[in-house]
């Protein structure tokens, strides 16, 4: 059985930096892909940032381009979102998601494991 546990978020103010973790128990994903996406009250869940495990590639949206960054260590089965600079419109409930299969995808259809999701709220 493949579990993700998401921990990090919180309360921050606006210019903050803020470091999410993910832990995948389960599964090595040394082969798979592990994304980041955050979702708010009524919208839908929004893509954020993917890292191919094998190769270390990555792709971001827009929205977080210089400012997030993706990382993973491999021997320990951990994904990292490290935050800067903040914003309000960052906030969120922020779910890490496990890809068995290698590869860039953006879309929730190409995952197949999800954590239960870390709330990360932005004030001004």
């Known amino acids: 059985q493949v579990q993700l546990v998401e921990s990090g978020g919180g309360l921050v103010q606006s210019g903050v930096s803020l470091r999410l973790s993910c832990a995948v128990s389960?599964?090595?994903?040394?082969?798979?892909?592990m994304g980041w996406f955050r979702q708010t009250p009524g919208k839908e869940r929004e893509f954020i940032a993917v890292i191919n495990c094998s190769d270390g590639n990555t792709y971001y949206a827009d929205s977080v381009k210089g400012r997030f960054t993706i990382s993973g260590d491999n021997a320990k089965n951990v994904m990292f979102l490290q935050m800067n600079s903040l914003k309000p419109e960052d906030t969120a409930v922020y779910y890490c998601a496990f890809r068995l299969r290698g590869g860039i995808r953006t879309t929730i259809r190409g995952y197949d494991y999800w954590g239960q999701g870390t709330q990360v709220t932005v004030s001004s």
């Open positions: 389960g599964r090595t994903f040394s082969s798979g892909a």
